[in-house]
C-alpha cells in the first residue's frame, strides 16, 4: 500500500470520516522483536512486515544534548546520566528503568536550570544517546539521528514526530514527588519553570516542523497526566499550569498541516472535553486496564475527537485466537463512520507472540475495510 493511502487512511480517521479501511498503527517490545526477529529473521521490521500504517519517531528532546554518561556498570546492571541530568539505573530484565536521582531536588533551583537552545536544528542531525529513545525496556546507545530515521520510512508510511507535554517533561528533571507536592506548595515557582520548559519545547517542535518539512504528516505529544483511577492531579491543576502549552503546541502543528495524537496513559476521561476544546485530533492509547472502552467512548465523543488503541493487550497476551477475535470485532465498532484506528492499548509487550500480533492485523485488514460489514461483524462476534 502506497504512503499517500496510508495517509489519507489516518487523515480521514481522525476527521470522523471513511476512506477504504481502518487504519493500525503500534509501539513495540524488545523481547516481542527479539521472538519476532527469531522467527522471520534478523532484519524484521514490525512496520514493514506487517504494513502499519504510521510509525512515531521521536527526535532528541533532552535539555542539554550529550551521550550518556557511564556511572557503574555491573553485568547487566548500568548506572548512567543523561542529557536531564537524572541518573537512570537499567537492571537486567526489568521492564522500566529506575531512576535513582535527578538534578533539581529543591524548588529554589528550578530557575537555574538551563535548557540547550541556541542550535536546536543541530538536534536532527546528530546521532547518539537521548533519555527518550534510548532507556526504555532496555538500555540502546548510539541510535541514528532523527533525519536518517525519518527517511528510512518517509516514502512508505504516515510519519510523526513528537514532543513532550510539560508534565511529561517537567518530571524527567525534578522528579514525579516534587512534580505533585512543588505544584500545590510552590505554584509560582513551579508554574515558572514549566513556562520556560514550555517555551524550550516549543522551540523543538517548529524547529522538527522545518526539519520534517515534506517529511511529516503528524505529530504525538506525550503527555501521561493520568493513571489507572484517574488524574495525577486536578482536572483545574491541568488547565491552568499546563493546557495552554498544548493547546499552543496544537496550533502551531495544525498551522502546518499536521495531524496531532497526544498520548496519555491512565484514565484522563477528566480533560477529554479541553482536548476537544483546544482542537485535538485524536487521543492514544485509551488502556483497557484503565477501565476505558472506546465503543463507549466513541458515543459521547463521536465527530468531536479521535481515538487510536484501546486493544486489550491481555488479550494478545493470551495467545488465544477467539480471545483475540472476540476482541478486535468488539472495538472495530468504534471504527464505523471514522473515527477510530487501531493500536493496542499502549503498546505490544514482550508477552505477546509475534503470531498473535499478526493474527490481530490480518483480522483487522479482513473485517475493517470501510464502510464496516456490522452484520457480519456482529454475527461473528455471537459465535465467540
Given at each position: 500500500m502506497s504512503k499517500s493511502d496510508k495517509v489519507k487512511r489516518m487523515r480521514a480517521a481522525l476527521k470522523h470520516k471513511e476512506y477504504d479501511r481502518i487504519p493500525i498503527g503500534d509501539f513495540f517490545w524488545t523481547g516481542f522483536m527479539n521472538k519476532a526477529k527469531a522467527k522471520w529473521g534478523d532484519d524484521f521490521d514490525p512496520y514493514k512486515h506487517f504494513d502499519l500504517d504510521y510509525i512515531v519517531i521521536n527526535p532528541n528532546m533532552d535539555p542539554h544534548v550529550k551521550d550518556f554518561e557511564i556511572l557503574e556498570q555491573k553485568g547487566e546492571d548500568i548506572l548512567v546520566k543523561t542529557g536531564f541530568e537524572a541518573t537512570v539505573r537499567r537492571s537486567g530484565q526489568a521492564p522500566m528503568p529506575h531512576f535513582d536521582a535527578f538534578s533539581v531536588e529543591q524548588p529554589d533551583d528550578m530557575a537555574g536550570f538551563a535548557f540547550d537552545d541556541d542550535d536546536i536544528m543541530s538536534r536532527f542531525d546528530r546521532a547518539g544517546d537521548d533519555q527518550l529513545n534510548c532507556l526504555g525496556d532496555t538500555l540502546v546507545r548510539n541510535i541514528p539521528s532523527w533525519n536518517e530515521r525519518v527517511d528510512a520510512y518517509k516514502d512508505d508510511f504516515?510519519?510523526?514526530?513528537?514532543?513532550?507535554?510539560?508534565?511529561?517533561?517537567?518530571?524527567?528533571?525534578?522528579?514525579?514527588?516534587?512534580?505533585?507536592?512543588?505544584i500545590a506548595l510552590e505554584p509560582e515557582k513551579f508554574k515558572a519553570f514549566v513556562d520556560r520548559a514550555a517555551d524550550f519545547m516549543q522551540k523543538v517542535l517548529e524547529a522538527q516542523i522545518e526539519a520534517g518539512k515534506g517529511k511529516l504528516d503528524g505529530m504525538y505529544i506525550w503527555g501521561d497526566v493520568a493513571y489507572v483511577n484517574g488524574m495525577m492531579f486536578s482536572p483545574d491543576m491541568w488547565r491552568e499550569v499546563f493546557k495552554p502549552h498544548v493547546e499552543r503546541y496544537i496550533k502551531t502543528c495544525h498551522d502546518a498541516g499536521l495531524m496531532v495524537v497526544y498520548h496519555g496513559c491512565g484514565d484522563a476521561r477528566a480533560i477529554y472535553d479541553d482536548f476537544v476544546q483546544i482542537g485535538l485530533d485524536a487521543y492514544n492509547p485509551l488502556e483497557a486496564k484503565a477501565h476505558l472502552d472506546v465503543v463507549e467512548i466513541q458515543k459521547t465523543y463521536k465527530n468531536a475527537m479521535g481515538f487510536v488503541g484501546n486493544i486489550d493487550v491481555r488479550e494478545l497476551e493470551s495467545g488465544d485466537k477467539d480471545r483475540i477475535k472476540k476482541e478486535l470485532l468488539y472495538k472495530i465498532r468504534a471504527g464505523s463512520g471514522g473515527g477510530w484506528v487501531c493500536q493496542s492499548d499502549h503498546s505490544v509487550s514482550s508477552d505477546v507472540e509475534p503470531e498473535s500480533y499478526e493474527y490481530m492485523v490480518e483480522l483487522l485488514k479482513e473485517y475493517g475495510t470501510q464502510p464496516l460489514d456490522m452484520k457480519r461483524i456482529d454475527a461473528e462476534l455471537a459465535k465467540l
Open positions: 504516515c510519519v510523526f514526530g513528537s514532543i513532550c507535554e510539560m508534565y511529561e517533561f517537567v518530571w524527567r528533571i525534578v522528579g514525579t514527588e516534587n512534580v505533585l507536592y512543588w
